[in-house]
């Protein structure tokens, strides 16, 4: 009890020294007061796209023309005549912060660049409705990753004469309303790469790759034209190529074309395959094909064929002489149910590189 007291008797001290503790110094020393903030800059290094820091001029409703990290603050509506934003500077970056950039009537590129321009990272963000391209212009050595380009008059994204192009994450839609031989997805020349990205339901090609380009892990599906167009020394890998009006996969000369699922392609066409090669030195392998006009179509001599299966096509295999082909068999189906540890197996070849119908 006693100590219970004392320590009731003690409490009004300690808050009374906790309470001139808090306060500070009541004599603070002469000379001015310092800020104790931070700056804007310093809370949001970045510069807002807007009239004042990114004046529009007459072929674009803003201009960035410095170097820097530029980001949206809000939607941007198009007006007739002009492009969204003009980019004339190198090493730029733009985040649209998941905002949208709507086009309308008459408008011209959603994102455009003035020359050739290098060091860009475009991302995050929805562009849809523009007269042209939803984003366009050479950008080498550029990235441009999370952007949703949807419904615009040109190329959902078209990045073509760009070196070292990287497009991550992004799709198309609806593309190619407007102007002739555009689609979904354009990438640059060599050492672009596409990743990852979808690109549906577009006028023309879903996909087209300049020289020394790549495209993996991507879908094309139900575009008018072809799922994945590829010039020469480019690789197709890991793709899905469904139901594309043209031909699913198609490409000319030096190109790795492996491990892609084509099906239905040539679809609703009077003729289209799964995997068209027209060219030479090409190494198709490891790719299934499926319920198209043809299998996989090869036109010219000097190409490798190998582990490649085709079921369904109105004609499986047509490949003209001069080819390098590994075995073709039509696999037998199993007699029996399998149940157990073991099966003798049906395919009829144990050669590795052989190619099946089945």
Known sequence: MKRSTLLSAGTPLLIAAAAVLAVGDLNPP??????????????EPRIAINATNTPGDATALFVISQPGSYYLTGNLSGVSGKSGILISADDVTLDLGGFRLFGGPGSLRGITLAGFRAGLQIRNGTIVGWGGDGLGGVADSSTIQGIKSRANGGWGLNGSGSYGLRIEGCSALTNGLALASTGGIRGGNAGSLILDCTSSY??????????????SGSTSAANSGSGFSAASNCTILNCNAYANAGDG?????DCLIRDNLASDNGYGAAFGSNIHVLGTDNRVESNNCNTGDRGIDIDLSGNVVLRNTCSGNTINWDITPGNAVAPILSATTNSSPILGATYAGSLGSTDPNANFSY
């Open 30 to 43: 002469a000379g001015s007061v310092a800020a104790t903030g931070k700056r804007l800059t310093e809370i």
């Open 202 to 215: 577009n006028t023309g090609s879903g996909f087209s790759v300049e020289n020394g380009s790549e495209v």
């Open 249 to 253: 996969i198609i490409c000319n000369d």
